[in-house]
């Protein structure tokens, strides 16, 4: 079934250590996204890329980086881990490559809670 | 700065209408796209506007007035699975999108 897949679903994590977040799309869209979701607050940027090989900084960058090696797989890492990055976590991907803004389309979300 | 507005909660009965709200204020705009989230789930796309003007989309339609920065989404005929939040999102000039904190809609029989 094409779409985006995440791993973990969920993952408890240790204040210090080090975790990367995967996502995976397979609908070849050129444009990927990393958004965290916080109670009471809207869907925030942390990092995007365009097309492979490229990356930007989004609304949170702190704390988080990203790698685009290839079209279908978009990492999230943080280095260091600190309870402020208690959250769910959305990857998403859109087809921009014709100019037109189409839609973004989620994965089911990583929930991370950091002790 | 950027900024979208929407409603925290909004209350509603089945087979009823139900508007709702979204102003916005971004750096340039380049459309406006409404989402639905269940519980625990991801968003999913329900409309995109970026021309003035009501889209209509089965029992959902939604309206643009740049000149205001507003929008809103119509829900008609409500259904209990209509229980969700709906995210409103500006698209900016950079062609990001900048997000509203959701409206949770409860729908009672």
């Given at each position: 079934i094409a779409g985006i897949t995440q791993a973990p679903t969920s993952q408890i994590l240790a204040a210090g250590r080090r975790m990367t977040l995967r996502c995976t799309q397979?609908?070849?869209?050129?444009a990927m996204y990393w958004y965290r979701q916080d109670l009471g607050l809207g869907l925030r940027l942390i990092h995007y890329s365009n097309t492979a090989g490229t990356t930007g900084k989004g609304e949170v960058p702190d704390g988080y980086s990203v790698s685009r090696a290839n079209t279908d797989d978009f990492p999230l890492t943080l280095a260091s881990a600190v309870p402020s990055q208690t959250s769910v976590y959305f990857c998403a991907s859109s087809d921009t490559s014709g100019g037109e803004y189409n839609e973004q389309f989620f994965g089911p979300g990583t929930r991370l809670t950091v002790l | 700065g950027q900024n979208i507005d929407q409603p925290t909660e909004m209350t509603a009965t089945e087979g009823a209408i139900v508007q709702i709200n979204c102003t916005y204020q971004t750096s340039g705009f380049n459309g406006l796209f409404w989402y639905q989230q269940h519980a625990g789930e991801a968003p999913t796309f329900l409309s995109y506007n970026v021309l003035d003007g009501l889209e209509e989309k089965g029992r959902f339609s939604s309206f643009l007035s740049r000149s205001k920065g507003y929008s809103y989404l119509l829900l008609k005929e409500?259904?209990?699975?209509?229980s969700a939040s709906y995210l409103c999102a500006a698209m900016d000039s950079n062609y990001q999108l900048i997000w509203g904190a959701g409206t949770k809609l409860i729908i009672k029989p």
């Open positions: 397979d609908m070849r869209h050129n | 409500l259904q209990m699975k209509d």
